[in-house]
């Protein structure tokens, strides 16, 4: 037991008594001091237990010097109870049992640990049997799985065989029948064979003959190329610039758009090919239209200036040359520009009328004044000296022999323009 004091000038508690006591041996004084007539050794610690006061005698350092109670002085009010012996009694016998208690679970703990160590094999074997047992019922279990798939694996298999059994029969009675699908084939073979070769005649006579129409189309529409003139030509004689239409004959441009707008139409019903923007042909007030304009008014633009808008006059220009550029693509032509309506109109008439060998005869029609008229006579062109037609052939390199022949064409009647350049 310690006791700490300090007095007033003292700021710490320090340690006064330090005693080792044995509440067994303490020794009950009574209720009050005042009822004990004994002296008291000095120093002497009184606990002052809600039962009563008790100290001890035993426990304390003997000294000579006897203090009487009634020398002690204490105030009443300042004294603290604690506990009663009793409970402190019961709390020390408490503490015994606790301590008794843990020392009589380690010696049980260690017998537990003695027995398991001893018995360490026994267990083994129940545990490897439990496993065992365990075990055992999982390869029951997959067994059993097993057999079912293997009824169902032996029902697949009898399924298959019908299945493969109904196909031999299928394919036997196939057999019987393809004797006469080979020889089947191999007539249509030989017929596809001649067909083919009528095709390929007929697709000769169809390119002969659009040769020709396009043969007599250049001599019905002739375009010449104007002298001096880069890519300036004329149309039956009417000059058709290609973009600046003021400084023109107003009735020549009409005109000459008038004859582009019948070529175009007559290419394309020989080349049957549809144009995207039809054409109502009145020569000199011929008129093209655009279905699909998204401009208020009427659809229908004019070919010719006079007494026409400007912008509808050369909207409906436009819309021409895109028709033209439309059958220059169908004959796997590339436009360099648009805008030069003659040159490319030349141009793709001569691709047109190119070809290996003569030209072949007007097959006989029901006129009578067209038999025996013999195949037509050559057809010959002047030199036309077309503007540049150097240059102009270069932009177009690479192209099918078809279009070489075109281009020989061109380079012979331009010789003269091209020696002269």
């Known amino acids: 037991m310690n006791v700490w004091a300090r007095t007033i000038a003292m700021e710490q508690y320090s340690l006064l008594v330090e005693l080792d006591l044995h509440l067994m041996s303490l020794q009950y004084l009574g209720k009050e001091l005042a009822n004990f007539y004994h002296p008291l050794p000095q120093n002497c610690i009184l606990f002052h237990l809600s039962d009563g006061i008790y100290t001890s005698f035993t426990d304390m350092p003997t000294d000579s010097d006897a203090v009487w109670p009634r020398q002690i002085k204490g105030k009443a009010e ?16 408490l503490d015994d049992c606790i301590q008794d208690a843990a020392a009589t679970k380690e010696r049980i703990a260690t017998q537990i640990d003695s027995l398991l160590t001893n018995n360490r094999t026994p267990q083994n074997v129940i545990d490897n049997s439990a496993r ?23 029902q697949k298999k009898a399924e298959s065989t019908s299945s493969l059994e109904a ?31 009528d095709l390929d005649v007929v697709q000769e006579d169809i390119q002969g003959q659009r040769r020709r129409i396009s043969e007599d189309i250049i ?29 023109t004959d107003e009735d020549h441009v009409a005109g000459a758009l008038g004859y582009v707008a019948e070529v175009i139409f007559l290419l394309a019903c020989y080349l049957y090919t549809p144009l995207p923007y039809p054409l109502q042909l009145f020569g000199s007030t011929s008129t093209i239209e655009d279905p699909i304009a998204m401009m208020t008014g009427s659809r229908i633009f004019p070919l010719y200036p006079k007494g026409s808008i400007t912008f ?23 436009v360099l520009d648009f805008r030069h ?35 037509s006579p050559a ?22 022999l078809k279009h070489k022949h075109a281009l020989n064409r061109l380079r012979e009647e331009g010789s003269d323009f091209i020696s002269n350049r």
Do not use: C
């Open 341 to 375: 309506t003659l040159p490319n109109l030349k141009y793709l008439l001569y691709v047109l009328a190119a070809g290996k060998g003569e030209i072949p005869a007007r097959k006989a029609g029901g006129v009578k004044g067209l038999l025996g008229m013999g195949r």
């Open 219 to 247: 001599r019905i529409y002739p375009i010449e190329a104007v002298q001096g003139r880069p890519f300036a030509f004329t149309i039956r004689g009417l000059y058709l610039p290609n973009t600046d239409f003021e400084e």
């Open 167 to 197: 196909r031999r029969k299928a394919l036997g009675q196939g057999g019987k029948g393809s004797a006469g699908t080979r020889a089947l084939v191999d007539d249509a073979q030989v017929s596809s064979k001649v067909l083919q070769k």
């Open 132 to 154: 065992s047992n365990e075990e055992l019922g999982k390869i029951g279990d997959a067994v059993e799985r097993e057999q079912q798939k293997l009824v169902k694996a032996k």
């Open 78 to 93: 300042k004294v603290n109870l604690t506990s009663s012996f009793d409970a402190l009694m019961k709390l020390a016998n």
């Open 312 to 334: 509808r006059f050369e909207y409906g220009v436009f819309l021409l040359d895109k028709n033209l550029e439309v059958l220059m693509n169908q004959s796997g032509l590339r």
């Open 379 to 400: 057809l010959s062109r002047t030199n036309s000296q077309d503007s540049d037609v150097g240059l102009w052939t270069q932009r177009i390199a690479g192209l099918s």
